[in-house]
């Protein structure tokens, strides 16, 4: 059997995701096959140039052929839906092409973005459907090129100014520099160099799921790390981090001193992280230069210039004698080794904008001493964005006097309706920086490679009505979801993302809505999401305001709602609006197009939101457990004794419905193709009728499977039998997986690994014993 190689185009998943249970696991067991090479029944779609199509009952797959052993998936569903803009045409004079159907520039083609099939196993194709695919992305040809500089000599990459070689990528949103930082960490780290990967926390877990990544983990490398700046700060020389002040320490004294020296400073003015990351960027920053063009250095000018005035060695006497963030840094780096593994090491930091000059120019010392001191081939590799600064620190690229920049052409990530939207905020950004340092470029609408639909404008009349919206958008999730029963991972991965700017706190726990400031969904991306009341505020929009909403707006992938209140518009003014869908709260319309597509979330599941799911699913329908419970809980790292109690729960709801019922429910779990679903749920049903030997039997098959899901199941039901108070039950049961029956236990060797009743199995040892004594004594 062959081994070939599938990915598959981003839009192919938004169908994949409709499908019921049945058809969706269709469209794994033919994207399995593709992978060994067998194309099931397929044949060539007539009037297209190299199109493809395998059909497995109602389900169509439509590919191309990229070589010999690889496939493209283009499309995946119901034959009704999925022949959608493909019209065969067995006389059409020209063959269309694969730009034709995707309705893109025949230039894009290579570069449209896809995601590699594994060929997990089957429980697997749920969390890769539901966003998983997102961790297993192909390169395009564009980043490629990227990547090339980087796996060419070290020498070909010259630097103007210092002794390291240097790439840095100024791109805009969506053009994938995330997904180049973590594919490039993994080759070079096969190409036996020292990694670096810097991240910001709200990305490291994400980062941490890439399919390479996770097989570079489980090696346990020394010379390949993943983590924020400070967890690399504290791994480096960790007995100097202890003795540098923390966050909070170092905002005491600055609030101190401030409130005992600065006498100019307002009441009114609040000292605070903001207020540190100023303090820290333009007044005790070590790498001195011109900072009056600086965009937030000019913003900020009046407050820099009151901080100026903090006496810096009585902040620094509060300190206890600890070193204050920039020292500590300077510090570390000074004393850091190099790697003893390879001679070759490199430092990737993503979002670079968004750190100190202090901090990636200490990196820059320390690389070249490397270089120096040992030899040691040392890059640098800079990726970020200057138009989505979060955070007001003196980053410029020109400071670092690096090499020239590079820029990633492609917006891979949004559609052209949401990109065009969101370069409209962009402009605020530019007018507050008039007469500073000219600003980055941003994508061009039509580097995107999807058109989309005009994002929404919903208008409230106030800010209570506006929270109204959001309680009617939490009612609307759970009616949809109440209609999902037999797809758990469906309901849960439907939760509507809003990021906002101020939501009162009983209102953050409304079912159905997670909740993200800008700080937390910079770096991710939704397939949709709801951007709450966050134009609020007064006067003409800030610099950092408008690289708030540019952050926020190139967020989703494919639709974008704005919940705002009346006086929010006119702050900003209508004009900005007009080419949105608009409509007030009379129409909620787009709530329900909002839900339509809150699909598609990466999977971070978290075990209370599945077993509530699952208990409010039990209660309205007792018997319509959801075919992928399993997969879910899996999902969910849920632990033996929490499943133990989710299952045990779950029976005695099950024990309440007429058992004729419950059997017609087994029959239709064999409906479910994934047997390690199937198997669990089966013997759930079992359980709650009372058939534990039955369900013993229906959990063989798993042992060759996974024997370790196995293995857990038998004793999950031994340890409910053994609640039961049926402790010989029990040890029977245990006997399984190999667990010898206590001495003490009567007739233990006659009947280990016996099934049956028990009660005529000790009768049938008793009457053998009778009899073999008889014989012994004559």
């Known amino acids: 059997?062959?081994?070939?190689?599938?990915?598959?185009?981003?839009?192919a998943f938004?169908?994949?995701?409709?499908?019921?249970?049945?058809?969706?696991?269709?469209?794994?067991e033919i994207l399995t096959q593709m992978s060994e090479c067998n194309l099931g029944e397929y044949r060539k779609l007539e009037g297209y140039e190299n199109l493809w199509r395998t059909k497995r009952k109602d389900v169509r797959v439509i590919w191309e052929r990229l070589n010999s052993n690889v496939f493209l998936i283009i499309k995946a569903g119901l034959r009704k839906n999925v022949y959608k803009n493909i019209i065969e045409n067995r006389d059409r004079n020209q063959p269309l092409t694969l730009a034709d159907v995707l309705e893109i520039d025949e230039r894009k083609v290579?570069?449209?973005p896809t995601y590699k099939w594994h060929n997990y196993q089957s429980d697997s194709w749920y969390e890769f459907v539901y966003g998983g695919y997102l961790y297993s992305p192909v390169l395009t040809n564009e980043q490629k090129r990227i990547f090339a500089e980087l796996q060419t000599s070290s020498s070909k990459i010259s630097s103007n100014f210092t002794n390291i070689n240097s790439l840095l990528i100024q791109s805009a949103p969506g053009t994938g520099k995330t997904v180049c930082a973590a594919l490039i960490a993994c080759e070079l780290y096969r190409d036996n160099w020292n990694i670096v990967l810097i991240l910001p926390a709200n990305l490291c877990d994400d980062i941490r799921k890439f399919t390479e990544i996770k097989k570079i983990i489980a090696e346990e490398p020394k010379n390949f790390f993943i983590g924020t700046f400070t967890e690399w700060l504290s791994q480096s020389a960790p007995d100097i981090y202890q003795k540098i002040a923390t966050t909070s320490e170092e905002l005491s004294a600055l609030q101190a001193e401030a409130r005992r020296r600065v006498h100019d400073i307002p009441r009114s003015q609040y000292i605070g992280y903001r207020e540190l990351i100023l303090y820290r960027s333009f007044v005790i920053n070590r790498h001195k230069s011109n900072q009056s063009k600086h965009p937030i250095y000019y913003?900020?000018?009046?407050?820099?210039?009151?901080?100026?005035?903090?006496?810096?060695?009585?902040?620094?006497?509060?300190?206890?004698?600890?070193?204050?963030?920039?020292?500590?840094?300077?510090?570390?780096?000074?004393?850091?080794?190099?790697?003893?593994n390879a001679n070759r090491t490199i430092f990737i930091f993503d979002e670079a904008q968004d750190y100190l000059i202090d901090e990636l120019w200490a990196i820059i010392k320390m690389l070249e001493r490397w270089q120096t001191e040992y030899y040691h081939t040392s890059v640098l590799c800079l990726l970020g964005d200057m138009n989505q600064r979060i955070q007001p620190v003196n980053f410029d690229w020109g400071q670092l006097q690096l090499n020239k920049r590079k820029c990633l052409q492609y917006n891979y990530r949004n559609t052209k309706f949401i990109l065009k939207f969101a370069n409209t905020f962009h402009r605020f950004a530019q007018k507050a920086n008039s007469g500073r340092k000219r600003l980055p470029e941003i994508s061009n609408p039509e580097n995107t490679f999807e058109v989309g639909e005009?994002?929404?404008?919903?208008?409230?009349?106030?800010?209570?009505?506006?929270?109204?919206?959001?309680?009617?958008?939490?009612?609307?999730?759970?009616?949809?979801?109440?209609?999902?029963q037999r797809s758990l991972l469906r309901r849960v991965s439907s939760r509507v993302k809003i990021i906002y700017k101020n939501v009162p706190e009983n209102y953050k726990n409304l079912p159905g809505l997670d909740y993200l400031n800008v700080q937390q969904a910079k770096g991710r991306e939704f397939d949709v999401c709801v951007a709450f009341c966050v134009f609020n505020g007064q006067g003409l929009p800030t610099f950092e305001e408008a690289n708030n909403w540019y952050t926020i707006f190139t967020r989703p992938r494919y639709r974008l709602l704005i919940i705002a209140i009346t006086d929010e518009i006119e702050r900003i003014g209508r004009l900005h609006f007009q080419e949105c869908q608009c409509s007030t709260s009379q129409n909620l319309e787009a709530l329900d197009w909002i839900i339509e597509w809150a699909n598609g979330e990466n999977?971070?599941?978290?075990?209370?939101?599945?077993?509530?799911?699952?208990?409010?699913?039990?209660?309205?329908?007792?018997?319509?457990?959801?075919w992928d419970t399993y997969a879910a809980l899996r999902l969910a790292r849920v632990d033996l004794k929490k499943l133990a109690e989710i299952e045990n729960n779950a029976i005695r709801i099950i024990q309440s419905q007429p058992n004729h019922l419950i059997h017609e429910e087994l029959l239709k779990a064999d409906n479910i193709l994934s047997l390690v679903d199937k198997i669990p749920l089966k013997c759930l049903l079992l359980r709650a009728l009372g058939n534990y030997w039955q369900a013993i039997?229906?959990?063989?098959?798993?042992?060759?499977?996974?024997?370790?899901?196995y293995q857990n199941l038998i004793l999950r039901i031994a340890d409910e039998l053994e609640n039961k108070g049926m402790l010989y039950e029990a040890a029977r049961v245990r006997t399984k997986i190999g667990i010898e029956m206590p001495e003490h236990f009567p007739f233990r060797q006659e009947?280990?690994?016996?099934?049956?009743?028990?009660?005529?199995l000790l009768c049938q040892a008793a009457i053998d014993k009778l009899y073999y004594k008889e014989i012994n004594h004559g």
């Open 751 to 760: 009947i280990s690994n016996q099934d049956g009743s028990l009660v005529s």
């Open 454 to 484: 005009p994002v929404r404008l919903l208008e409230c009349n106030s800010q209570a009505e506006a929270l109204e919206i959001l309680e009617i958008l939490s009612k609307k999730f759970l009616y949809i979801s109440s209609l999902e």
């Open 697 to 709: 039997k229906e959990a063989a098959p798993l042992k060759d499977i996974d024997f370790q899901e």
């Open 14 to 28: 938004r169908e994949i995701q409709k499908l019921s249970y049945v058809y969706f696991q269709d469209v794994a």
């Open 110 to 112: 290579e570069d449209i």
């Open 603 to 626: 999977l971070f599941l978290d075990i209370d939101v599945v077993c509530d799911f699952i208990y409010e699913g039990l209660k309205s329908h007792p018997l319509q457990i959801s």
């Open 299 to 340: 913003e900020n000018e009046s407050l820099i210039n009151q901080l100026k005035t903090i006496n810096e060695n009585n902040r620094i006497s509060q300190l206890a004698g600890k070193r204050n963030w920039i020292e500590g840094v300077y510090l570390i780096t000074e004393n850091a080794h190099n790697f003893p």
């Open 1 to 11: 059997m062959g081994n070939c190689t599938v990915i598959i185009v981003r839009a």
